[in-house]
């Protein structure tokens, strides 16, 4: 550990934990609205109503904070599907609704992020340590849908649930991400049930 890593502080206290927040979120912002590379440190603590050198006592650099910011884009984007898939009674609901339910959810969660998605994109061909972290948050998607699917196993077709999750996990997040930050020649409505369509004849008997 260098002498700089020495200086970085781990916040204890309630305010200090709220500065570090406060530090994180501005930054989110910046690098959605000026992108990572036209960001700097001085802005982000501007924009986080601190000093450059309160900046410094949480964070090494830029690139520090941006993969902060990724652990708090995935932490909460499940959180946030989790939390909307516990409000359903799986015994009550539909199969067409329960799917909708979830694509409804992810399109949700994903309002907060659409300028930050686009520098994601970026990154990830550009700092291989981003995408590690970002192929971490793809499997931990990929678990949480194999998991959903393993509940009504009794009434799934495919036989391999693994493989039938990468499909679910993949089919849905392309849609998703088309509708949240791509320009649509389909209406977003049109695209959500013809997914939904798909997914219910592949999955249910």
Same mark, same amino acid.
């Given at each position: 550990?260098?002498?700089?890593?020495?200086?970085?502080?781990?916040?204890?206290?309630?305010?200090?934990?709220?500065?570090?927040?406060?530090?994180?979120?501005?930054?989110?912002?910046?690098?959605?609205?000026?992108?990572?590379?036209?960001?700097?440190?001085?802005?982000?603590?501007?924009?986080?109503?601190?000093?450059?050198?309160?900046?410094?006592?949480?964070?090494?650099?830029?690139?520090?904070?941006?993969?902060?910011?990724?652990?708090?884009?995935?932490?909460?984007? /499940?959180?946030?599907?989790?939390? #909307?898939?516990?409000? *359903?009674?799986?015994? $009550?609901?539909?199969? @067409? !609704?329960?799917?909708?339910?979830?694509?409804?959810?992810?399109l949700d969660s994903h309002k907060d992020f659409i300028?930050?998605?686009?520098? /994601?994109?970026?990154?990830?061909? #550009?700092?291989?340590? *981003?995408?590690?972290? $970002?192929?971490?948050? @793809? !499997?931990?998607?990929?678990?949480?849908?194999?998991?959903y699917l393993q509940m009504g196993r009794d009434e799934?077709?495919?036989?391999?649930?693994?493989?039938?999750?990468?499909?679910?996990?993949?089919?849905?997040?392309?849609?998703?991400?088309?509708?949240?930050?791509?320009?649509?020649?389909?209406?977003?409505?049109?695209?959500?049930?013809?997914?939904?369509?798909?997914?219910?004849?592949?999955?249910?008997?």
């Amino acid at each position: 550990m260098g002498e700089t890593d020495n200086k970085i502080r781990t916040p204890q206290q309630e305010r200090s934990v709220r500065t570090k927040e406060a530090i994180i979120r501005a930054a989110m912002k910046q690098f959605s609205d000026k992108g990572f590379h036209q960001t700097n440190t001085k802005e982000i603590a501007a924009a986080a109503g601190v000093s450059t050198g309160s900046f410094y006592s949480y964070f090494t650099d830029k690139r520090a904070v941006f993969i902060e910011v990724l652990h708090m884009y995935g932490d909460e984007l /499940l959180a946030r599907v989790e939390a #909307s898939m516990s409000e *359903i009674n799986f015994a $009550m609901v539909g199969r @067409y !609704e329960l799917i909708m339910h979830l694509i409804d959810s992810l399109l949700d969660s994903h309002k907060d992020f659409i300028g930050y998605h686009k520098e /994601l994109s970026i990154m990830y061909h #550009s700092d291989e340590f *981003i995408k590690q972290l $970002m192929d971490t948050q @793809y !499997e931990t998607g990929r678990l949480s849908t194999l998991k959903y699917l393993q509940m009504g196993r009794d009434e799934m077709k495919p036989a391999d649930l693994e493989a039938a999750s990468v499909i679910v996990f993949e089919s849905v997040s392309a849609i998703v991400d088309v509708i949240s930050f791509s320009p649509q020649r389909v209406p977003a409505d049109r695209l959500k049930a013809e997914l939904v369509n798909m997914l219910v004849q592949y999955l249910y008997k």
